[in-house]
């Protein structure tokens, strides 16, 4: 095991890496730095190797299925291959990331493309955490020559949506910050929602940062369209088969520091968006209805399934 992959590991575990795309690519980055150091002779030390890697880098962090997918997907190129030698075995590793970054960049562009469509000339746009995906779509309607508002919230603990927020000052967009407690006050402002997603499930459902179950209700209240912005590579593949996403609960010195004694603090990160109140998904087969996701992530990527 090199030290690439126990330094990426512990950064994505320590939120050093935020974001589910930068997370992958991180992990991604580790397993080319693996196959670029290893000292392995044969191909079973080269893959028991990969494997130990899969395991430190799987464990880093709860709710990450683009990271699994894109390291499972990685290591089954090297175990599919009829390579003995281990230095040829690295090579394919190197060649599997590049080939799997290539495909992650363009389901962003397409996104970007199809969900810009939906930003009109005048619009309100109401955010919630920060999604590097979500983000980009807005740019890419800025770049179009669109003017457009955002609100977005800061987003306790971690306060994501200060990122958002430089960002779209950044592309010159007029944004609005607001405290979490305030979203019901200023969706009603708001022409749509747009929210990242961490994962996807089976029945349609995202796992997206805790607060945006609460935002999708006060969207379908007011009548505002709730989207999700999302690469299909975030399905899960194991709710095929009954299987919960795990919610990963964080540290409660996120929440308070120096809190008092005997005081219980619950920090969970994330929470689920049934598909009831989910508008459409904007990901690189169109916008789609949540119900669809599985028949279409399937569609597009069988290997998920396998």
Known sequence: M????????????????QGARNVAIAAIKALEALAEETEAKTREE????????????????????????AVRWIISQVENSHEKQAAALARRVSSAAAQFLKELDASKECIAEIGAKRILDGMVVFTHCHSSTVTYL?????KEGKTFEVICTETRPAFQGRITAKEMLMLGVKTTFIVDSAARSFIRNADLVLVGADAITAEGNVINKIG??????????????????????????????GDYEQIEERSPEEVWKNAPEKLVIRNPAFDVTRRDFIHGVICEEGVIPPHSVAEVTRRRYPWIFI
């Open 138 to 142: 807005l740019s890419k309607a800025k």
């Open 46 to 69: 080269f893959l028991n190797e990969l494997a130990e890697a899969r395991g430190l880098l799987f464990a880093s962090r709860a709710t990450e299925p683009l990271m699994r997918n």
């Open 212 to 241: 945006t179950g609460t935002i999708a209700l006060l969207a379908h209240e007011a009548r505002k369209p709730f989207y999700v912005v999302t690469e299909l590579l975030k399905f899960d593949p194991a709710t095929v088969c």
């Open 2 to 17: 090199t030290e690439a992959v126990r330094v990426a590991a512990e950064r994505i575990r320590r939120l050093e890496v």
